[in-house]
């Protein structure tokens, strides 16, 4: 089993670009969830999926930030425009079943720095 | 909601030392407990976790957690450090179906 996979790995882009993390959970997961960390504020839910459908997005800081969940097998997380506040390290984690017992399983993040 | 509190985020220590992390949450209902640790450049990986049952809970490399209801705990235990501990430790909780992480530990163990 290859994973969570995300791309890219590390992203620099100046203010008020477009910025696409994307998102590969491992096969026959059900759940998807999208986490920011920073040191100020460690590890933050984003957004999470069941069944390609977005259940939760409390945490999406600002209308700036949007998730889609098109297939089982990819998502993406978009900020636009970017902002230098939004650097962080982006993670990606699937789930087989969070609503009982299932562990996440972290991608390896994608950290970015906007300038 | 739930919150997660890690106490002293910043740990270093010698190797053969003795390690132990706190953790408490805030929430009373039936929860679900986890420790994820983070090696430099890598991901969240799963250390160990709690359900239910034998509330001393034992993982890889090592670890041990225990679960103390009554303190709303889940402290995390190494007898024995390696300089290949060197990470960020993470607490984690889980109740109403929502995860609620602690902001972590840096454990840095000198050779």
């Known amino acids: 089993d290859a994973g969570v996979i995300q791309s890219p790995r590390h992203e620099v882009t100046e203010m008020g670009q477009e910025v696409t993390l994307r998102c590969k959970p491992i096969?026959?997961?059900?759940?998807l969830f999208w986490y920011r960390q920073t040191m100020m504020r460690g590890l933050e839910l984003l957004i999470y999926?069941?069944?390609?459908?977005?259940?939760?997005d409390s945490g999406m800081p600002e209308d700036r930030f949007s998730a889609k969940m098109p297939n089982a097998s990819f998502s993406t997380l978009k900020i636009q425009p970017s902002e230098p506040r939004d650097s962080a390290v982006y993670f990606c984690?699937?789930?087989?079943?969070?609503?009982?017992?299932?562990?996440?399983?972290f991608g390896n993040g994608t950290r970015l720095t906007v300038t | 909601a739930q919150s997660v509190s890690q106490h002293n985020h910043h740990v270093i220590l010698s190797e053969a030392a003795s390690l132990e992390l706190g953790c408490n949450y805030s929430?009373?209902?039936?929860?679900?407990l986890f420790w994820y640790v983070q090696y430099p450049g890598q991901h969240l990986q799963l250390l160990l976790k709690?359900?239910?049952?034998?509330?001393l809970v034992k993982g890889i490399k090592g670890f041990e957690a225990e679960f103390i209801k009554s303190k709303f705990s889940f402290n995390l235990r190494k007898p024995s450090v390696q300089w290949s501990d060197t990470a960020e430790y993470f607490c984690?909780?889980?109740?109403?179906?929502?995860?609620?992480f602690g902001k972590g530990n840096q454990v840095v163990v000198i050779p």
């Open positions: 984690a699937s789930s087989l079943d969070a609503l009982r017992n299932s562990p996440l399983h």
């Open positions: 096969s026959g997961h059900d759940y």
């Open positions: 999926f069941n069944n390609n459908v977005p259940i939760d």
């Open positions: 929430y009373g209902g039936t929860v679900n």
């Open positions: 709690y359900f239910s049952g034998d509330p």
């Open positions: 984690a909780v889980k109740g109403n179906n929502r995860l609620a």
